[in-house]
């Protein structure tokens, strides 16, 4: 596949970067959005709560019961809980038609809920070379699926910390955005080269909501905002697990090993406030990808229960597992129920 030449924004944003400063480029760009935005009648904003993932062998016993009852559905059993799930295992294979429909099929019970899926990394992180049609085609079997039954709230294109804001890069974040540009897209980059003044109205643009990131904070790392850039709003809460977050050989469940703390989130729930007064918002999604033993779980409990108001439900074990953190905020489901799923 021939890469497309750089056009437009993408090449004005290398040559001409920003020398003001990181936080007056985001304003800049955020003052331009908001004066854009359409104000008239009352809209409710959709606030979707939820964590990344749901099958992970260490939520059993904390998230789910152990053992579990029989024909128990684990993926049923958290859309109980949360109206949204950001699919994890899309980012290593995409899914195939007939997974999506059995996804589908699980959270019908909850008919506010909705998937958002992180893009298959061959189109994030493994860029060495251009990715075949036939490739592109089994991304799209799978989400076309989710897209069609009105479940799928967002695509997350995902790109690491090393994706830094070159000409080739930009080049390449432009061919995966208009391959995919049929699916709400929502961009999560992580270096601070991305920041130039123009970069939050060129997402507007394209119709691309920016995802708004927690993360470990080290050299050139993008910091917390709450910016809005299209329809979707998107908050993805990393945890901050400062010691394994770059550490090549740390296992991927000691970088996500973090509980955040009431007073940790409070400004993420201000700032999911702020993104869904947004104009241009119609949904906002809230995600929490520190998912070591459920503490993503708890996370995204007690951040629904500040924004909305209110205790929720939590699954028993969770509740247990992470009393201190949450008798504020929520109160356990019954033990009876486990059987219902």
């Known amino acids: 596949m021939r ?28 003052n331009v959005r908001r004066s854009s935005g359409k104000r008239g009648r009352p809209r409710r904003t959709e606030v979707r709560f939820g964590p990344a993932g749901w099958m992970y062998k260490d939520w059993e016993g904390i998230v789910y019961p152990k053992p579990k009852p029989p024909h128990f559905d684990q993926l049923a059993y958290i859309a109980d809980f949360f109206d949204t799930i950001e699919i ?16 589908v099929q699980r959270v019908s019970a909850n008919e506010g809920f909705r998937f958002t899926a992180k893009l ?17 085609t089994k991304v ?15 695509v997350l294109l995902q790109f690491p910390w090393s994706f830094k804001r070159t000409e080739a890069n930009q080049e390449w974040l432009e061919d995966v955005t208009r391959t995919f540009n049929l699916y709400p897209l929502v961009l999560e980059v992580r270096h601070s080269s991305w920041l130039t003044p123009d970069f939050l109205p060129m997402l507007a643009e394209e119709g691309i909501g920016f995802v708004n990131i927690d993360q470990p904070l080290f050299s050139k790392s993008i910091g917390p905002t709450a910016h809005a850039t299209s329809r979707v709003g998107y908050i993805r809460v990393h945890g901050r697990n400062y010691k394994d977050w770059f ?7 000691q ?69 201190e953190s949450l008798e504020d905020y929520a109160d356990p489901a019954p033990e009876s129920e486990l059987n219902t799923y």
Not at 140 to 154: C, I, N, P, Q, T
């Open 3 to 30: 890469m497309p030449s750089v056009r437009g924004y993408w090449l004005q944003h290398l040559r001409h970067p920003f020398r003001g400063g990181t936080e007056q480029a985001f304003m800049s760009g955020m």
């Open 88 to 103: 994890n295992s899309s980012f290593y294979g995409p899914p195939a038609p007939r997974t999506s429909r059995q996804w």
């Open 120 to 136: 298959w990394k061959r189109f994030t992180h493994e860029r060495a070379k251009a990715w075949t049609r036939s490739e592109v």
């Open 140 to 154: 799209r079997s799978g989400f076309d699926v989710l897209m069609e039954s009105g479940k799928l709230g967002a």
């Open 247 to 253: 550490r090549k050989k740390a296992p991927v469940e």
């Open 255 to 323: 970088r996500y090993n973090y509980l955040y703390r009431a007073d940790q989130l409070e400004p993420w729930v201000e700032r999911t406030k702020e993104v869904a007064a947004d104009p241009a918002t119609r949904e906002v999604y809230v995600v929490t990808n520190n998912h070591y033993k459920g503490k993503a779980v708890a996370n995204a409990l007690m951040m629904k229960s500040m924004t909305v108001g209110g205790t929720v439900t939590a699954p028993p074990g969770v509740y247990e597992a992470y009393r």
